[in-house]
């Protein structure tokens, strides 16, 4: 009788297979070049299928947005507050046309014009409530998550409490009592960011914080605090590290909402002059009586470049999340083992 040698344990094993093909994949990346393991760039060449799709489109929405932030100047055929042109002055509520491809509005503005230069207004309160939610609820989660005690009790309750207002409103409380619920091009930019940031900062507090709480217990922190290493170092460097990195999805969808609480703010009257700047918000409320009269043109392509931004950004935060997840690497790169192993 002749007994056949044992099969080597995981050898024809879908899983270990898809193992294999990840650990290939990530020492393929690892030897890439640097340029090529910056965040986006590395998430585009590990993406696959429809979801590359999507984070295509998302990054191309948001370059547009950002380039069109940039070059506003160049790109808009007027002014965001002017109403003529060589002394002579738009007509109101004019369709679009050759001289107004977008037409005009009720006040005679150019309705091309103020969207172009909306997307400044809108990105420059994106970036500071963002980031400043950003800074400020990261380092008040780390340290009560790490401290904890009475501070740790404090600072939950007061999260809690701003958590249990209603954002919309709680921004337009925040509006009128910096700004008075008006201001002017930057008065208002600061106005509502900072209101939108005392939206944002328990998001940040409450994900770091309860990071934090579940690793200081890991024995990697245990071992630095054997080692005699300071506390402002371990929290800078082995808890803020790995605290953060569920991040990025909150930091896109905040990114997003930001954009629908300025226009909201703009929309109810607490935004910015529309002298002072464009906002996207302010001329959806004046178009609210050319709705009825079906003058259609006013009102859409304000209502489109807010869609636009917000759906550009939720999609790259939505694919980069996905991209993050080690599980759904593994299952695309066993899914790709198994169509490599059936042909």
């Known amino acids: 009788m002749t007994l056949s040698n044992p099969e080597p344990v995981g050898e024809g094993d879908p899983g270990a297979t898809g193992l294999a093909a990840e650990a290939s994949q990530v020492a393929e990346r690892r030897r890439a070049p640097w ?3 910056l965040p986006i760039l ?12 999507m984070l295509v489109t998302g990054l191309v929405l948001v370059g547009l947005l ?20 060589d002394g002579v ?6 369709p679009p046309s050759a001289a107004h491809p977008l037409g005009t509005t009720v006040t005679g503005f150019d309705v091309l014009s103020r969207v172009i230069w909306g997307t400044r207004t809108a990105v420059a309160v994106m970036a500071c409530a963002v980031a400043a939610s950003l800074f400020i609820g990261v380092a008040i989660g780390l340290v009560s998550g790490y401290v904890g005690g009475w501070l740790d009790r404090v600072l939950v309750m007061v999260a809690d409490a701003i958590y249990a207002f209603p954002s919309l409103l709680l921004a337009i409380v925040m509006s009128i009592v910096i700004s008075g619920g008006q201001s002017d091009a930057w008065g208002g930019i600061l106005a509502a960011a900072l209101s939108i940031t005392v939206v944002f900062i328990p998001q940040y507090f409450r994900v770091t914080r309860a990071e934090v709480v579940r690793l200081k217990a890991e024995p990697f922190v245990e071992a630095a605090k054997v080692v005699g290493t300071g506390h402002r170092r371990i929290m800078g460097t082995h808890l803020l590290r790995n605290a953060t ?11 997003s909402e930001s954009i629908l609480t300025l226009a909201a703010l703009g929309f109810l009257g607490f935004g910015i002059e529309p002298t002072s700047a464009s906002e996207w918000g302010y001329d959806l409320n004046r178009a609210m009586a050319d709705a009825t009269s079906g003058i259609w043109w006013t009102g859409m392509f ?36 198994r169509k490599e192993a059936a042909s």
């Not at 590395?42 to 799709?53: D, M, N």
């Not at 470049?305 to 790259?316: D, E, S």
């Open 35 to 37: 340029y090529l393991r």
């Open 245 to 255: 990195r569920t991040l990025p999805l909150i930091f896109t969808l905040n990114a």
């Open 302 to 337: 304000p209502g489109l470049a807010i869609a636009l931004a917000v759906l550009g950004v939720t999609l790259v935060g939505e694919s980069v999340n996905d991209l993050n997840d080690p599980r759904l690497r593994t299952r695309r790169s066993r899914r790709r083992a």
């Open 89 to 94: 002055r738009f007509g109101t509520q004019q």
């Open 66 to 85: 950002l380039l069109t932030a940039l070059l506003a100047p160049l790109l808009a055929p007027h002014g965001f507050a002017d109403t003529g042109s």
């Open 42 to 53: 590395s998430h585009l060449r590990s993406s696959v299928g429809l979801q590359r799709g």
